[in-house]
């Protein structure tokens, strides 16, 4: 089945190292977002990449970083990762592809649930 | 950030009984999308409206895109205890960013 796929799911890190969440997507769409939810609040954007250009919220701080190699994978990279990073953190895409309602309709992720120790 | 007003916050019903929650907003939306999401998963797609006036049934679900294009309700019919979980509504302004804006998400429970 097309979908939205997160590894890993769950990521214990420690304060102030480097950690890296992958996500791929066999539905083929063009935009692809990641989004941090805090416990019993709503999804909230970091960023968006529209095909390969970036898109970066303007209160998501500086320590979040994004990488888009293909059309299948984005990466979102934690450079020093502080207590109050530990979060559920979401991938969602939007497109074209497969199976897909509309263009501007988002599908999400299992989610990563990060852990900083 | 900005955030639609959705409500009720949470409910506690008897397995069997219908479901209500709406979600409103001062501003004009295109698009209005609800998702549901388990606990320790991602929001999965329930139901999505792309016109103002639009009802659209999934199942035992059914969501409606308000006139005025500033709100919209779901409802849930004969809820079952899989329907536990948090339903968030989002709309969407422009098609061309996709940007979502959520509600603050209501919690269901049910009672067996």
């Known amino acids: 089945d097309a979908m939205v796929i997160q590894n890993p799911r769950y990521q214990v890190t420690q304060f102030g190292k480097p950690v890296t969440l992958s996500c791929s997507q066999t539905?083929?769409?063009?935009?692809m977002y990641w989004y941090q939810q805090k416990s019993s609040q709503a999804p909230k954007l970091l960023f968006h990449?529209?095909?390969?250009?970036?898109?970066n919220e303007a209160d998501t701080p500086d320590n979040f970083q994004s990488r888009r190699p293909n059309t299948s994978f984005c990466f979102l990279d934690i450079r020093s990762p502080g207590l109050g990073d530990a979060a559920m953190y979401l991938c969602?895409?939007?497109?074209?592809?497969?199976?897909?309602?509309?263009?501007?309709?988002?599908?999400f992720g299992p989610g990563t649930r990060l852990t900083v120790l | 950030g900005q955030q639609l007003n959705q409500s009720p916050q949470s409910m506690f019903i008897q397995e069997g009984e219908d479901v209500s929650m709406n979600c409103t907003s001062s501003?004009?939306?295109?698009?209005w999308l609800w998702y549901k999401q388990d606990p320790g998963e991602g929001p999965v797609l329930l139901i999505a409206?792309?016109?103002?006036?639009e009802l659209t049934s999934n199942g035992r679900l059914t969501a409606q895109f308000g006139i005025t294009r500033k709100d919209s309700f779901l409802n849930i019919s004969a809820s079952i205890p899989s329907d536990v979980g948090i339903y968030f509504c989002?709309?969407?302004?422009?098609?061309?960013?996709?940007?979502?804006?959520f509600g603050q998400g209501t919690t269901l429970q049910v009672k067996p």
């Open positions: 969602a895409t939007s497109g074209t592809g497969l199976g897909t309602i509309r263009a501007d309709t988002q599908y």
């Open positions: 990449y529209y095909d390969k250009d970036f898109n």
């Open positions: 501003s004009i939306f295109n698009t």
């Open positions: 409206l792309y016109k103002a006036g």
């Open positions: 539905l083929n769409h063009n935009v």
């Open positions: 989002a709309g969407q302004r422009s098609s061309n960013t996709g940007k979502l804006i």
